[in-house]
C-alpha cells in the first residue's frame, strides 16, 4: 500500500504521496541529461525537485514565487522525504556514487 500524508503547504491541504517503482525509474531516466534547478542548490537534497513535484502534485509556480520561504519548501522536502524513506536513501547513496565517480576514472 502506497504511504501518503495530508500536508497543510501555504494554507492549502495537498496530499503527499509515495512514489511507485516506476514514478522512480522515471525519474532515474530523466537524470541522465539532468540539469540543476535553483532549489536542488537551494535545498541541498540529494533528490531534485521533480521528486517533490511528483510526490506533492504541486507546480513549480508554486514553489517559486516572491511568497514562499525557503523554510516553508524545506519542511515541504522534509515531509516529501518521510513519505518517500527509501527512495530519499537510494537518491543519498546514488550522489555519493556520483560524487565518487571523478576519482575512480
Do not use: C, W
Not at 12 to 19: D, M, N, W
Not at 44 to 58: H, K, R, S
Not at 84 to 90: D, I, K
Request: no cysteine; net charge negative.
Amino acid at each position: 500500500m502506497k504511504k501518503s500524508e495530508i500536508y497543510k503547504f501555504r494554507g492549502k491541504e495537498i496530499t503527499v504521496k509515495e512514489l511507485s517503482t516506476s514514478q522512480v525509474v522515471g525519474v532515474l531516466d530523466e537524470l541522465k541529461d539532468f540539469q540543476p534547478h535553483f532549489l536542488d542548490v537551494l535545498m541541498g537534497d540529494a533528490f531534485p525537485l521533480q521528486v517533490v513535484l511528483l510526490a506533492t502534485g504541486l507546480k513549480e509556480e508554486d514553489l517559486v514565487n516572491e511568497d514562499v520561504t525557503p523554510s516553508e519548501i524545506e519542511d515541504l522536502y522534509g515531509v516529501v522525504r518521510k513519505v518517500n524513506p527509501t527512495l530519499a536513501a537510494m537518491a543519498k547513496r546514488l550522489a555519493e556514487t556520483m560524487k565518487l565517480q571523478p576519482m575512480m576514472s
